[in-house]
């Protein structure tokens, strides 16, 4: 028997996951069965099994998928990237959202898994970990920031939640309104906090 590749493990998880998404986006989880992810992905039942054990494994899979490279973004600004401000970050992060929601939707399905999220223990653990790993990083970035400035009064915690608040409401517009909704988004972000200027010699 040949051997499977990991090339191609990781095609055949990304081709569940997409048949997932058209799925749930078009019919919500609710009413997506696992026989209609097989139909749609169109492999055997034992060929979806091998990579998940159940349609709330794929379900934190995709919420999980979405929010990956947002929290790696802000990790990497609160760990290597001390030139970059909080809004700065969080502008960037704003563009994968976008870029994520023009390929995969991912707008619709965000606004999914957090009525998933009040009902599903799997789904609300993702989302805790991943908001909580984004809250301290982002916490790291405006420690950073603040020195010397107004915002030194206000508890990083507190400015940090203030930014994620923007999240929701951000891909909300996406979801419901389009890209246009959101034209710019970015761009105020980084004009309301910009880069602190580099220390004069």
Not at 38 to 45: M, P, T
Request: proline share 5%; charged share 20%.
């Amino acid at each position: 028997m040949p051997k499977v590749t990991q090339q191609y493990r990781d095609a055949r998880r990304e081709q569940i996951l997409a048949a997932a998404r058209r799925c749930f986006l078009r019919d919500g989880f609710d009413a997506t069965s696992m026989r209609n992810l097989f139909e749609e992905a169109q492999l055997s039942s034992g060929a979806v099994y091998r990579y998940f054990a159940s349609k709330d494994d794929v379900i934190v899979a995709i919420a999980e998928e979405n929010m990956r490279e947002v929290v790696a973004l802000i990790h990497d600004a609160a760990t290597e990237r001390h030139d970059r401000s909080a809004g700065v970050a969080m502008a960037a992060a704003l563009e994968i959202v976008q870029a994520k929601h023009a390929t995969h939707g991912l707008g619709g399905l965000a606004v999914l898994a957090w009525a998933e999220a009040l009902r599903n223990p799997n789904v609300a653990d993702q989302f805790t970990r991943l908001l909580s790993q984004m809250r301290e990083d982002l916490a790291a970035v405006v420690r950073q920031q603040n020195s010397g400035k107004r915002l030194d009064a206000v508890p990083p915690d507190a400015l940090a939640a203030l930014l994620i608040s923007i999240v929701p409401g951000y891909i909300l517009q996406l979801a419901l309104l389009g890209p246009v909704a959101v034209q710019g988004v970015p761009d105020a972000l980084r004009a309301l906090w910009p880069p602190a200027p580099a220390p004069t010699k």
